[in-house]
């Protein structure tokens, strides 16, 4: 097998992704149904959204309110007047026989996303985002078929980009940021293990510098961030080789296996839906003044970018911590929360989040919001730091077991007393005696020995049970030994 | 006089004045129901035991009422096609023979809370395609004045059984003339609101941007009547619209005097059947009488609307019956080995080959490269035609033809000639694609046959259209002669 480098090396890779997102309104697209995750079969629905005969779609303003949000988020031109098509083919977790969607006047179009690779920004364009409802789920059992259709009807947006990837890790980056944005803007969790962000993959390969495109082949049910990476790998290397054997590409669509971790075909051009699109005459257009769009955009909070560069320019934090920082909603609230109650210095807020605090939650599965250490607890430990009322070291024995009880930073300070000692006085005995104890060592430093000191150092602080002040140990020990 | 042969709004005034019982009302109308109907059949579902059951409740109901609503222990017939909560809904069609819905349509919530007495779902088309109830599942429903003749369709159960005195009220289905075919084949009048007057949930869908709900009556007063009740915005139906809604039993008192009435010169031509012709242009006379003008006018692209209609018709349908796939309700094939034979073959079994035709048409004006040459260039027409009626009324309030290029045709003439059949839409179909509202009243007779007057209004006027007709039939007592008497 040919490594992923040197296949990128004689092919350029062409990547569109088609992304849905479901909305996390409360009710869905077009009837008062509850969405919901993990309901019983069929518990909720109704006799719109069973497509029971005569019922009539109305549409959800949240989800276009969620719409708009969201192509405003991704920089989109919103459209004032769209309209919601049928979209007709037969399926059994489609009840009407068509998914209402839009077609040639989609809500927003023309949009980007910005994506980091390496040190630069690369802006990856957004062709369209469009509104439209899920479909059910329809469960193969043995020789019988099982419909829910607690899903159907439950918002979607569509969001396609425009032919811009160029690699598995550009993907997986736009999809981590579409991800990331989503929730900023709290219109969906974007979960894709909960089928909450679903990508389809358009891929095809042409010889580097050609401006010549390739055959397009789609890929579909991927439902992880890591199969998206493997899914779009295979595809390069399955597609590559036919190229270089001078094979031709069969435009198609290939659905991934997770288990092989090999992508099969599903259909191929010729046996493609006729989808017969029309414009749903159940429902009006949706309109959109310019003042409704206004007043969408004012409400939208601080986008990831906005903090992004806030981080870097206000803050003085280095481009990576900021990354880091804004890559998840929860962790930069968690961060603003601690820095507005400790303002003094973000960076060893910074540091302290990314060092212990996201090592030990990733360590325990714990989520960011669910930390058992509040931001409250988080700004003291550091002010204790920073103060000098502990050490660095202490400060890691404080955090674990404020991390353990959810106890206040101050209160195991009090109770375990760990105020780190800074009096000069009491050092200087304790360097006394350890010197006392240890006159070969002495001897060897004096000798030139240089490095004897951390010996001498760990002593006094074991003694201290590392509660005296690092920098006045150094300095009182050197002034003894002198 | 028997109360079956009084007006709505004459029982209703009776009830309220506790002159009367809903149930002597129902039995009266039911007796009558029992002679009439196994030589017409017009009901797909008898409800009689129901009504009598409905009838006995509102007797006592009405003892603790402070205000009695105008359709209080009223009977009123049901076109199949709009949902019935607990009462089987068919359309006629083998799909949907045993389907019970769960919930109601928005006119029979409405109803519902006037305490009307429904007395049984009628016979159509299937699905409402079709203009003579031959293309029902079930069984043909004869026309009341020659048992010969079809009734009309696609309403044609509602309106045989109003003719026939058997209800005085009933409700249909317009998408392309099947409220105002039916109604001047059996000599009563058939209105079909404008688009978005009143709510289509609960009707099942034939093709969504014509369709409209509608009453027959006998009289114009009762079809006022009963709009007062269906008509208004309906939040469950986006495209119903939040118009005013006019007291139309004092809209239609109104004076006529001044009012235009136009005469399109593309529905008056030498094809025009001469005594059809007569027999409308005399009515007009009459309405000249009353203070009224008359002049030309010209609906230049009206010739285009029953091919407009039948591409735009066909091609909704083609979409709105894809939910019938035997999956979740409704008729499923007995045996197959797959999904898609699963499909097809309840598909095949369940369909009349009236509905497969229109679903074929509109599945191929849909279909990709097709799509610009028929269905986007029918909406281009559908938008001359509609300013036709724009600038039309801008001179004229009212624009009046006949309803139907003839009488009420044998039963079998036609059914073996979809086109001949499609023609016979050619006066009626212009409202459905224009939106505007148009009622069909009578206005004589042909060879022992009604013949309908069509009296087309401005959009949401329902009212005017109304008035004039109202006041013709002060001229011409049609309500009077009742057929199978
Ligand atoms: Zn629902």
Redesign the pocket.
């Known amino acids: 097998m040919e490594s992923m480098v040197m296949l990128e090396k004689e092919f350029d890779v062409v990547i569109g992704l088609e992304t849905h997102v479901q909305m996390n309104t409360n009710t869905?697209m077009f009837?008062?149904?509850k969405v919901e995750f993990g309901a019983p079969p069929n518990t909720n629905?109704?006799p719109?959204?069973l497509a029971h005969p005569g019922t009539l779609p109305v549409i959800n303003k949240k989800a276009v309110e969620y719409a708009v949000k969201a192509a405003l988020a991704l920089n989109c031109k919103i459209h004032n007047l769209s309209i919601m098509a049928r979209k007709n083919y037969f399926y059994p977790d489609l009840p009407k026989g068509y998914q209402i969607s839009q077609y040639d006047k989609p809500l927003a179009t023309d949009g980007y996303v910005e994506i980091k690779v390496g040190d630069s920004f690369k802006k990856i364009r957004i062709h369209r985002l469009h509104i439209e409802e899920d479909a059910g789920k329809t469960i193969h059992e043995g020789s019988y078929s099982y419909v829910d259709l607690n899903r159907a009807?439950t918002p979607l947006m569509e969001i396609v980009t425009e032919p811009d990837i160029s690699s598995p890790e550009e993907a997986r980056k736009y999809l981590e940021k579409l991800r990331n944005i989503m929730r900023y803007i709290g219109v969906s969790e974007a979960d894709m293990e909960k089928g909450q962000l679903r990508c389809d993959v358009n891929i095809s390969l042409k010889p580097k510098g050609s401006d010549k495109l390739g055959t397009k082949v789609e890929l579909k049910n991927i439902n992880s961030f890591r199969f998206i990476v493997k899914a779009i790998e295979y595809e390069i290397e399955r597609q590559s080789k036919l190229l270089k054997k001078g094979e031709k590409i069969i435009q198609e669509t290939r659905l991934f296996d997770p288990e092989s971790g090999k992508t099969y075909t599903m259909r191929t051009k010729e046996e493609a839906h006729d989808y017969r699109y029309f414009p749903d005459p159940d429902l009006l257009p949706i309109v959109l003044k310019d003042q409704d769009i206004e007043n969408i955009k004012k409400s939208l909070p601080e986008l990831p970018d906005q903090k992004y560069h806030r981080y870097v320019e206000t803050l003085n934090l280095p481009p990576y911590d900021a990354e880091v920082l804004t890559s998840d909603k929860n962790l930069a609230i968690y961060f603003e929360q601690v820095i507005s109650i400790f303002p003094q210095n973000p960076k060893i807020v910074s540091n302290w989040i990314l060092n212990e605090l996201l090592g030990k939650l990733n360590d325990k599965g714990i989520d960011i919001e669910n930390s058992p250490i509040t931001p409250q607890s988080f700004a003291e430990l550091i002010s204790l730091i920073v103060d000098g009322t502990i050490s660095g070291k202490i400060a890691k024995e404080v955090f674990d077991i404020a991390f353990e009880t959810g106890k206040s930073p101050k209160q195991i300070v009090e109770e375990k007393g760990l105020k780190q000692i800074s009096n000069e006085d009491e050092i200087r005995n304790i360097v006394k005696s350890v010197l006392e104890k240890h006159p070969a060592e002495v001897e060897k430093y004096k000798s030139g020995n240089e490095k004897i000191l951390g010996f001498l150092v760990g002593q006094v602080m074991k003694e201290t049970k590392g509660k005296a002040n690092p920098q006045l140990v150094n300095k009182i020990l050197r002034e003894e030994l002198a | 006089m028997s109360l079956w042969k009084k007006t709505a709004l004459e029982l209703s005034n009776l009830i309220k004045s506790k002159e009367i019982k809903p149930s002597e009302v129902v039995q009266s109308f039911i007796e009558r129901k029992r002679q009439v109907e196994p030589k017409i059949q017009a009901y797909v579902t008898d409800l009689e035991e129901f009504a009598i059951q409905m009838a006995k409740k509102l007797d006592e109901e009405i003892t603790k009422l402070e205000k009695i609503p105008d359709l209080f222990g009223i009977p009123i017939a049901i076109k199949d096609n709009i949902s019935t909560k607990g009462i089987r809904t068919t359309c006629s069609s083998k799909m949907l023979e045993n389907f019970v819905p769960i919930y109601d349509a928005t006119v029979i919530e409405r109803l519902k809370e006037q305490g009307y007495v429904i007395t049984g779902k009628t016979n159509l088309d299937e699905f409402a395609m079709g203009s003579s109830t031959e293309n029902s599942a079930f069984f043909t429903t004869k026309n009341p004045w020659d048992l010969e003749r079809v009734p009309g369709g696609s309403s044609g159960g509602s309106a045989a059984i109003v003719a026939a005195a058997a209800v005085p009220l009933s409700l249909g289905s317009d998408t392309g003339g099947s409220i105002r075919q039916p109604a001047a084949f059996c000599g009563i009048v058939g209105l079909k609101p404008t688009y978005g007057r009143v709510s289509r949930y609960g009707l099942v869908a034939f093709a969504s941007s014509l369709d409209q709900i509608g009453p027959f009556s006998r009289t114009v007063e009762d079809a006022a009547l009963i709009m007062n009740v269906i008509a208004g915005k309906d939040n469950r139906d986006s495209t119903s619209k939040d118009v005013p809604v006019p007291n139309y039993l004092e809209e239609i008192k109104k004076d006529v005097k001044g009012l235009k009435i136009g005469l399109p010169k593309e529905f008056f031509t030498d094809d025009l059947d001469p005594q059809i012709k007569d027999t409308v242009l005399n009515a007009v006379k009459q309405l000249e009488k009353e203070g009224m003008s008359v002049e030309e006018i010209s609906l230049p692209h009206a010739k285009y609307a029953i091919e407009t209609y039948y591409i735009i018709a066909p091609a909704e349908a083609s979409s709105n019956l894809a939910r019938f796939d035997g999956v979740r309700y409704g008729y499923r094939t007995k045996d197959y080995s797959d999904l898609e034979e699963m499909y097809s073959k309840t598909r095949n079994e369940g369909f009349g080959s009236e509905v497969k035709r229109r679903i074929m048409i509109g599945t191929y004006v849909l279909s990709s490269g097709y799509y610009d040459a028929y269905y986007l260039k029918a909406q281009k027409v559908r938008t001359l035609i509609y300013q036709d009626y724009v600038k039309a009324f801008e001179k004229v309030d009212v624009i009046i033809s006949p309803t139907t290029p003839d009488v009420a045709f044998k039963i079998g003439e036609k059914s073996s000639d979809p086109i001949q059949m499609y023609l016979s839409d050619i006066f009626t179909v212009s409202a459905n694609i224009a939106t505007v509202p148009a009622i069909s009243i009578p206005c004589g007779f042909k060879d022992n046959l009604p013949v309908g007057m069509q009296i087309t209004g401005k959009p949401f006027d329902e009212a005017t259209i109304l008035r004039v007709a109202y006041r013709y039939q002060n001229i011409y007592r049609f309500y009077e002669k009742i057929p199978m008497e």
């Open positions: 869905k009837c008062g149904c629905v109704c719109v959204c009807g």
